[in-house]
């Protein structure tokens, strides 16, 4: 069975640092996806990751894969208040490219105070 | 339509009561998807549709939870004699083929 853990569940940090929130999963997949969720809100997308090594970034966010480890990272460098959010990493739960649906983590509730 | 659209956007249910969501996908989209959010934890899978098959309906809890896609495209997920802990936000989402899934705004559900 598939299962998809993120670290921390809850990270509060100030304004203009750096953190990083991982996502490990425990069966091979061929792709993993990152989305953010805003209170009362849907899920919105952030990043496709399809290979190892492959690193994507998007503004203050950069997400990375290793597949080998199983893990992968999202990456806030100099945190922005309105980065704040849930963050959720999902795992395409069988070979065909996520057309088969995702098991999710349970998110990354994050709060950045000025 | 510009996005997933689903219906209602909040739905209050007597214990026992049965309940209808609606999923308006993307307009082409082939492939369709429901999930199940209980409040602060990640959504979970319910089961997924390719055009009007329902190719996988292992995530859904019990046999009151039934979902359809007659025509290959607004899908109908029910929820007989609804419990308490089914509340939760249902999640649709579709996607064209094995592209990236797109979610709609979901139904907040709530059994009283």
């Known amino acids: 069975e598939l299962k998809v853990e993120q670290n921390p569940l809850f990270l509060s940090m100030q304004e203009g640092k750096n953190y990083t929130i991982y996502c490990n999963y425990s069966?091979?997949?061929?792709?993993l996806y990152w989305y953010r969720q805003d209170p009362g809100k849907s899920l919105e997308s952030l990043f496709v990751?399809?290979?190892?090594?492959a690193v994507k970034q998007e503004g203050r966010l950069m997400a990375s894969l290793d597949t080998k480890a199983r893990l992968s990272t999202l990456h806030i460098t100099a945190a922005v208040h309105d980065l704040s959010a849930t963050y959720f990493c999902?795992?395409?739960?069988?070979?065909?490219?996520?057309?088969?649906?995702?098991?999710f983590g349970k998110g990354t509730h994050l709060i950045i105070q000025p | 339509g510009a996005g997933v659209s689903q219906s209602p956007r909040y739905k209050v249910a007597k214990r026992g009561q049965d309940v209808a969501l609606r999923c308006d996908p993307i307009?082409?989209?082939?492939?369709l998807f429901w999930y199940q959010q209980a409040l602060g934890q990640g959504p979970e899978f319910l089961t997924y549709?390719?055009?009007?098959?329902?190719l996988d309906k292992s995530g859904l809890p019990s046999d009151r939870f039934f979902a359809e896609r007659p025509e290959g495209s607004v899908s109908t997920l029910k929820i007989q004699r609804t419990q308490q802990e089914d509340s939760a936000v249902y999640l649709c989402?579709?996607?064209w083929g094995q592209g990236e899934a797109f979610f709609g705004q979901g139904t907040r559900l709530t059994v009283v």
């Open positions: 989402a579709s996607s």
């Open positions: 307009s082409g989209h082939v492939s």
């Open positions: 549709f390719q055009n009007e098959a329902q």
């Open positions: 069966t091979t997949s061929d792709r």
């Open positions: 990751l399809l290979s190892n090594g």
């Open positions: 999902a795992v395409s739960r069988g070979i065909g490219g996520g057309a088969d649906g995702l098991t």
